[in-house]
C-alpha cells in the first residue's frame, strides 16, 4: 500500500528531524518539513496532506503546474515551494501556485518574478535567495562578495526582493556542493543568513538539508529541510 509506504517513510523522517534538534538544543516546532514530491504523482501529494504535511516542494515548473492543479482538484490543500532552477518566462507560471520560490539568485530573475507577482496574484509571495556555497558562479546561487556578474551579486539581488512590494524577503537557501562536507557547506550558509539578516531582520528562513544531511543542517540552523527520497523513496533516475 503506498499509504503505508509514505507514511513510514514520514515518520523515519519525523523521528531523523527530533533526533536532529535534541541533538542541537532546538524545538522541531523551528523545522519546517518540506516534501520534494518531484517525480511522484498528485496521488502521492494527497496521501502526504491527508497524513498531516502541509508543505510540498517541486523543482520544474512544467510538472508542478499541473501537478499542483490536479492537487486542488482532488480537494486537497499544501503549500507549494518551488526549490528548483527558474527561468524567467516561467515567473508567470509559478506565481500562479507557489507559496514560497527557494531559488532566486539573479536581479533580473528576482525583477520577473515581482513582475509576474504584481500581475498575477493578490498576496505577496515568499523569496528565499539561493545561495552559492563554492562561489562557482557556473552553477545555482547568488554569489557572495566580489562577483564578475553583478547580476548574481546576494547583496543585489537580496536588495531587489526586498524593495519588490509584491515579493516578502524570507531568507536564504542552498544545496551542499558535491565536494564539501554538509557541514562545511552548511557553517557557511550560517555566515551568509547572519549577512543578510544584519540588512534585513525578518528574512530569518534558512532552507538547508535534504534526505542525506538533514542532521547537519538542522545542527546549523536549518528552518526548512527540503526530502523527497527519505520519505517518497528513491526517485528513477532524471534524464
Ligand atoms: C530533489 C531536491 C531535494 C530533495 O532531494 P532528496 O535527496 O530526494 O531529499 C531538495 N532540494 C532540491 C533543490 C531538490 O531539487
Same mark, same amino acid.
Given at each position: 500500500m503506498r499509504e503505508e509506504e509514505i507514511a513510514a517513510g514520514l515518520a523515519a523522517v519525523h523521528e531523523r528531524i527530533g533526533a536532529a534538534c535534541a541533538a542541537a538544543g532546538r =524545538? *522541531? /516546532?523551528e523545522v519546517t518539513l518540506v516534501v520534494v514530491t518531484k517525480t511522484y504523482p498528485a496521488s502521492d501529494v494527497q496521501v502526504l496532506a491527508k497524513l498531516g504535511v502541509t508543505d510540498v516542494g517541486e523543482n520544474r515548473d512544467q510538472e508542478a503546474a499541473p501537478k499542483a492543479e490536479e492537487v486542488a482538484a482532488l480537494g486537497a490543500q499544501v503549500r507549494w515551494h518551488f526549490v528548483g532552477q527558474l527561468q524567467r518566462n516561467k515567473c508567470r507560471s509559478v506565481v500562479g501556485y507557489a507559496d514560497a520560490v527557494h531559488s532566486i539568485d539573479g536581479v533580473r530573475l528576482a525583477r520577473a518574478l515581482a513582475g509576474a507577482a504584481q500581475r498575477h496574484r493578490e498576496r505577496p509571495l515568499d523569496v528565499l535567495v539561493q545561495v552559492s556555497i563554492d562561489g562557482d *558562479? &557556473?552553477?545555482g546561487g547568488a554569489v557572495v /562578495? &566580489?562577483?564578475? =556578474?553583478p547580476d548574481r551579486d546576494f547583496d543585489r539581488v537580496a536588495l531587489t526582493v526586498a524593495e519588490a512590494a509584491p515579493l516578502r524577503l524570507a531568507g536564504v537557501m542552498a544545496v551542499a556542493p558535491l565536494h564539501w562536507s554538509p557541514e562545511a557547506a552548511f557553517e557557511r550558509l550560517t555566515e551568509v543568513s547572519a549577512r543578510l539578516r544584519a540588512a534585513h531582520p525578518e528574512a530569518t528562513a534558512v532552507s538547508a538539508g535534504m534526505s542525506a544531511d538533514l542532521e547537519a543542517a538542522i545542527g546549523y540552523g536549518a528552518t526548512h529541510v527540503r526530502i523527497g527520497s527519505a520519505v517518497l523513496g528513491t526517485r528513477p533516475k532524471l534524464r
Open positions: =524545538d *522541531p /516546532g *558562479p &557556473a552553477r /562578495g &566580489a562577483t564578475v =556578474d
